[in-house]
């Protein structure tokens, strides 16, 4: 049974902070950030394979079956964990950022 628990309205920081304890929660502490990156890009992967079949793309008929919703979620935890493990605050690299996007000219 879980004692985690993320608040009704929560900020980018609260997310960050409930994938810290559920990290420590379930017993995944100490991972290699190696070992991150690739649960982030197997998830990645995932996420575009439900994205291909909610577009009515071809894809293997035995292939599972995915939802997009889910797979994008388990693309944001595994971005989160990375995020904690090199102690970064998404919200403000992602303020920092947008900044630096806002000035350049999209062609």
Not at 4 to 15: E, R, V
Not at 20 to 35: A, L
Not at 49 to 76: T, W
């Amino acid at each position: 049974m879980s004692n985690l628990h993320l608040k009704q309205n929560p900020t980018l920081a609260d997310y960050q902070q409930y994938i810290k304890e559920m990290i420590v929660e379930r017993g995944f502490e100490g991972g290699q950030i190696s070992e991150i990156f690739m649960l982030f890009l197997e998830e990645c992967g995932e996420l575009a394979k439900a994205g291909r079949k909610a577009s009515k793309m071809k894809v293997d008929i035995g292939s599972d079956s995915f939802d997009v919703g889910k797979e994008a979620s388990d693309v944001f935890i595994y971005l989160l964990d990375i995020c904690n493990h090199y102690d970064i605050d998404l919200e403000k690299a992602f303020r920092e950022k947008e900044e630096e996007n806002k000035k350049r000219v999209w062609k």
